[in-house]
């Protein structure tokens, strides 16, 4: 049996380990805890309050023979101590979550900080976290863990990446909801002073990565097809089961998979101590081995027997512990059907459900006693094998579709706005209106953002002076369709601005005016014919007359 060493998580006793300096399982008496809850409340305002705090406490942890809370990950076992919920844990949300410096998709929704602080700061003055960067790092391991270790057994797959300090960056994902846990570096970076863990969460759409294996023979179902080449890809599907896709899955056929996997996992050939008298297949007497499946009494197994979804889900949650970790969930899950599941599955199809690794058949069914295909099974595999094994790379995040809007409608606005200002609007003459999608990504967002969508209008025209003179001059409009909000003729606003201005606004000012100079060029915006700009011309003077 593998000897499963202990490590602490408690801030209080990690320090206590590393530095030796505070009493064993309480927080030192010196600390004064008040004004705390005042001092938090000041920088969170309205807290988004994310279900990892509210949840801790339910987590499916273990008990130790102190009465302890624990869990497992990776052959370590993590003792959550009473002070961890209570004192050393405190939660709020930062205000503006691109502060973080996160890589937020364009497009993101639900976008949001959460900020966990903990009692560093409030810990002897003698322990100086910041001056010592090994001792940094070993705590922040320490402080991030439940959070790392929630989101992976709650069905988010592990991606990491290099982040701009050459810090690890953690990104879990499930579907399109994301969460990426800050390096504590970057943290530090954000709020300075130790112990305080940045976690940001947005919704996004990330694309299903694009299998290149070739199926010589037969092929999956064509829904089927681009995971179970992946999962080929991953090696996580034996030679044997490559073909027949469409089949029911047999009890043998599951067994050669979870090994599969799991020895990938685990870098190391499973024993393969179990026997029965109906089989001699080496996956079988591996997975029986190691409590992922169990015999059907005089020691045999009926390895041909058809492999059902409750059955799937028992073995899938199996295989998941093997990897010394728990599902979160349990109990009853929320398919209409959940009666008609087993009682000794219903656990392992709640935590399936929780997790993403398995799903309904349509109109919220489970359908436990349905029989489990091959193509099934290797899905519901690959996914497992998301949770356990991280993806490398930062991901791509495609650019969304624009917003659809009517150019010739926001064209007209602009020239309206300039046609009621001219000195002798009878003078205009529209040289040219250019019009399109700009995009602000590494402009200065101290003025305007740079996460919003963006449509522009440029329009160059002649008009008479006041002095009766003809000059040429060109309006920039930029329509913000993020927030509806309109810049009407932005270029001389900022040069306006940048005139009365001083300091820092006078910069940012200037920074504007560079840009819609740039912009009023304008050269890659789409062009209105010369018909299409007589129309809106004539438009704007009729409306005007009348």
């Given at each position: 049996?593998?000897?499963?060493k202990?490590?602490?998580?408690?801030?209080?006793?990690?320090i206590?380990?590393?530095?030796?300096?505070?009493?064993?399982?309480?927080l030192?008496?010196?600390?004064?805890?008040?004004?705390?809850?005042?001092?938090?409340?000041?920088?969170?305002e309205?807290?988004?309050?994310?279900?990892?705090?509210?949840?801790?406490?339910?987590?499916?942890?273990?008990?130790?023979?102190?009465?302890?809370?624990?869990?497992?990950?990776?052959?370590?076992?993590?003792?959550?101590?009473?002070?961890?919920?209570?004192?050393?844990?405190?939660?709020?949300?930062?205000?503006?979550?691109?502060?973080?410096?996160?890589?937020?998709p364009?497009?993101?929704t639900?976008?949001?900080?959460?900020?966990?602080?903990?009692?560093?700061?409030?810990?002897?003055?003698?322990?100086?976290?910041?001056?010592?960067?090994?001792?940094?790092?070993?705590?922040?391991d320490?402080l991030?863990?439940?959070?790392?270790?929630y989101?992976?057994?709650s069905?988010?797959a592990?991606?990491?990446y290099t982040?701009?300090?050459?810090?690890?960056?953690?990104?879990?994902?499930?579907?399109?909801?994301?969460?990426?846990?800050?390096s504590?570096?970057?943290?530090?970076?954000?709020?300075?002073?130790?112990?305080?863990?940045?976690?940001?969460?947005?919704?996004?759409?990330?694309?299903?990565?694009?299998?290149?294996?070739?199926?010589?023979?037969?092929?999956?179902?064509?829904?089927?097809?681009?995971?179970?080449?992946?999962?080929?890809?991953?090696?996580?599907?034996?030679?044997?089961?490559?073909?027949?896709?469409?089949?029911?899955?047999?009890?043998?056929d599951?067994?050669?998979?979870?090994?599969?996997?799991?020895?990938?996992?685990?870098?190391?050939?499973?024993?393969?101590?179990?026997?029965?008298s109906?089989?001699d297949?080496?996956?079988?007497?591996?997975?029986?081995?190691?409590?992922?499946v169990q015999?059907?009494?005089?020691?045999?197994?009926?390895?041909?027997?058809?492999l059902?979804?409750?059955?799937?889900?028992?073995?899938?949650?199996?295989?998941?512990?093997?990897?010394?970790?728990?599902?979160?969930?349990?109990?009853?899950?929320?398919?209409?059907?959940?009666a008609?599941?087993?009682?000794?599955?219903?656990?392992?199809?709640?935590?399936?459900?929780?997790?993403?690794?398995?799903?309904?058949?349509?109109?919220?069914?489970?359908?436990?006693?349905?029989?489990?295909?091959?193509?099934?099974?290797?899905?519901?595999?690959?996914?497992?094998?998301?949770?356990?094994?991280?993806?490398?790379?930062?991901?791509?995040?495609?650019?969304?579709?624009?917003?659809?809007?009517?150019?010739m409608?926001?064209?007209?606005?602009?020239?309206?706005?300039?046609y009621?200002?001219?000195?002798?609007?009878?003078?205009?003459?529209?040289?040219?209106?250019?019009?399109?999608?700009?995009?602000?990504?590494?402009?200065?967002?101290?003025?305007?953002?740079?996460?919003?969508?963006?449509?522009?209008?440029?329009?160059?025209?002649?008009?008479?002076?006041?002095?009766g003179?003809?000059?040429?001059?060109?309006?920039?409009?930029?329509?913000?369709l993020?927030?509806?909000?309109?810049?009407?003729?932005?270029?001389h606003?900022?040069?306006?601005?940048?005139?009365?201005?001083?300091?820092?606004?006078k910069?940012?000012?200037?920074?504007?005016?560079?840009?819609m100079?740039?912009?009023?060029?304008?050269?890659?915006?789409?062009?209105?014919?010369?018909?299409?700009?007589?129309?809106?011309?004539q438009?704007?003077?009729?409306?005007?007359?009348?």
């Amino acid at each position: 049996m593998r000897k499963y060493k202990k490590r602490l998580l408690s801030l209080v006793l990690a320090i206590v380990l590393c530095l030796g300096l505070l009493p064993g399982t309480a927080l030192a008496e010196d600390v004064d805890l008040s004004g705390m809850g005042d001092k938090f409340a000041q920088d969170t305002e309205e807290a988004v309050t994310w279900p990892i705090y509210q949840d801790m406490k339910n987590w499916n942890l273990l008990t130790n023979d102190e009465g302890r809370k624990y869990f497992q990950d990776g052959g370590w076992d993590y003792v959550l101590y009473p002070e961890f919920y209570d004192d050393v844990f405190l939660h709020g949300t930062l205000k503006d979550p691109y502060d973080t410096g996160v890589d937020i998709p364009r497009g993101a929704t639900e976008v949001y900080a959460d900020y966990y602080w903990m009692l560093t700061q409030y810990l002897d003055a003698r322990i100086n976290l910041v001056d010592n960067p090994d001792d940094v790092a070993t705590v922040f391991d320490y402080l991030t863990m439940p959070f790392r270790y929630y989101l992976a057994t709650s069905g988010y797959a592990k991606r990491v990446y290099t982040d701009e300090y050459g810090q690890e960056e953690a990104m879990y994902s499930k579907g399109d909801d994301h969460f990426v846990i800050l390096s504590h570096q970057k943290a530090q970076k954000v709020r300075n002073e130790s112990g305080v863990v940045y976690v940001v969460h947005f919704k996004s759409k990330l694309p299903e990565a694009t299998t290149t294996h070739t199926f010589s023979g037969e092929k999956p179902s064509s829904w089927a097809q681009n995971q179970v080449g992946l999962a080929i890809e991953a090696g996580i599907v034996p030679q044997s089961l490559q073909s027949r896709y469409t089949d029911t899955a047999t009890r043998a056929d599951f067994c050669a998979l979870v090994v599969t996997l799991l020895e990938k996992y685990l870098g190391m050939t499973l024993p393969a101590e179990e026997t029965f008298s109906d089989t001699d297949d080496i996956n079988v007497r591996k997975a029986a081995t190691i409590g992922i499946v169990q015999g059907t009494g005089n020691g045999t197994f009926n390895p041909d027997a058809p492999l059902t979804r409750e059955q799937a889900a028992t073995m899938l949650e199996r295989a998941y512990r093997a990897s010394l970790r728990y599902l979160q969930g349990g109990g009853t899950s929320t398919f209409a059907d959940s009666a008609s599941v087993s009682s000794w599955a219903a656990d392992a199809v709640a935590k399936m459900e929780n997790s993403g690794i398995m799903t309904g058949v349509g109109s919220n069914q489970f359908k436990p006693q349905d029989p489990y295909s091959r193509e099934q099974s290797i899905i519901t595999m690959l996914r497992l094998d998301r949770l356990m094994n991280p993806t490398e790379g930062k991901p791509n995040f495609p650019e969304p579709e624009p917003t659809e809007v009517d150019a010739m409608s926001l064209a007209e606005i602009s020239l309206d706005y300039i046609y009621s200002r001219l000195k002798v609007p009878s003078s205009m003459d529209v040289l040219y209106i250019r019009h399109g999608y700009y995009d602000r990504t590494g402009q200065s967002d101290a003025i305007l953002s740079t996460r919003d969508e963006y449509y522009a209008v440029s329009i160059m025209l002649k008009a008479m002076n006041s002095l009766g003179g003809m000059t040429t001059d060109t309006y920039v409009f930029l329509f913000d369709l993020t927030t509806g909000k309109t810049y009407y003729d932005l270029g001389h606003m900022a040069e306006e601005n940048a005139d009365y201005g001083w300091g820092a606004a006078k910069i940012n000012w200037l920074e504007v005016e560079t840009e819609m100079i740039g912009l009023g060029a304008g050269a890659w915006l789409n062009e209105f014919t010369r018909e299409e700009v007589d129309q809106l011309v004539q438009q704007v003077v009729e409306k005007h007359a009348n």
